[in-house]
DNA sequence: GACAATCAGGACTGCTTCGGTCCACTTAGC
DNA sequence: GCTAAGTGGACCGAAGCAGTCCTGATTGTC
């Protein structure tokens, strides 16, 4: 299905979120973030954004501070962080099947299987497609300038929190 | 994850199969297979062959013969064959998001969605390289040689030998 | 020092999707 | 007419994912 995971999709909200709460020229310094306060301003649940940032610290794509006053802020500037970072950071390593992602013991069959290294130029072409491709570029793409509401930073989906209740998410689906 | 359906993978094994059986110099022309035959030399359960080749078939990647003496055959070369026709012919439009693949229905907050366009630039870039590998690629990519043994399938890692008669394999040709 | 706020890590559950199978029907050659 | 083969659809079990919850650790504030 060549389908990501809906939590890519929300990491890539919370990260531009994350830059456009802080601004260009301050990315990386201030404006730390806590999780609930990013939940509301995206309208994604609470839970998850927590889940999705603790992913995203562990990659070193955000830094985390804990205890009162803590949170998290972006590491890197937007545009210095390919979308190939992202999805590696949430789903793992970036290859389409199973047994040709380096992991020698998903498949016991690896020795033996010609298929072995099949998809290597398919997987390769992807990873460079999406390592060309930062998140910078995601803020700015095709989006219509109707959908581009003044009233709220341009990382910010236009949504309101409330009228986000439940499944319908500002992402994909 | 950016995981492809086994299915996917089954059909690029069922094509090269086909291409393999006819011949290049034949392609296109002679030797009919039955999916029964395919399934027996390949090592996939028929029913999944018969699933594949009706998807294959479907989308014109390969040509049908209904009743006795019928079965399929490679409708073009191998080397004409784009991997993202496979994978669209199996897994429908190569997009990572379902909002945006073309159909508007499936988002029903599509159109207050900030996020609609926004993974544009990912697909695209995913749909060209994806476009600029054919399945002769694949059937030459990255096979050492030592794993070239006539004794296995490629899609089926979890079958018992004993379901892999002899000699199906057609990369290892 | 007590308390509150926040992150960290893991476990759990319901749902969706996928892989695989089966069946009845249609088509076409012998 | 019989047989072999594709066509189309429905069905079921397994696996993975999304989302939630809980407990503990850390840190700033009063």
Redesign the interface.
Known sequence: ?????KL??YA??VLVRLAGAQGPHLAGQASVQTSPGIAASTGIPEPTVAKVLKSLSGSGLVTSQRGARGGYRLQRRLDEIP?ADV?AAI??P??????VDGSASE????????????????ND??R???N??TLA???V????PA?RTPTRTTAA???PPA??PSG??????
């Open positions: 299905m060549l389908r990501l995971s890519t999709d890539v909200v979308i999805i789903d793992g970036i290859a389409l099947t199973a047994c498949c016991e069959a690896q020795a033996l299987c010609p298929m072995r290294g099949r998809w290597d130029p398919v072409a992807i460079s497609a999406l060309r491709i570029d995601m803020q793409a095709a989006i219509p959908f989906p236009a949504l009228a986000l319908n998410m500002p992402a994909a689906e």
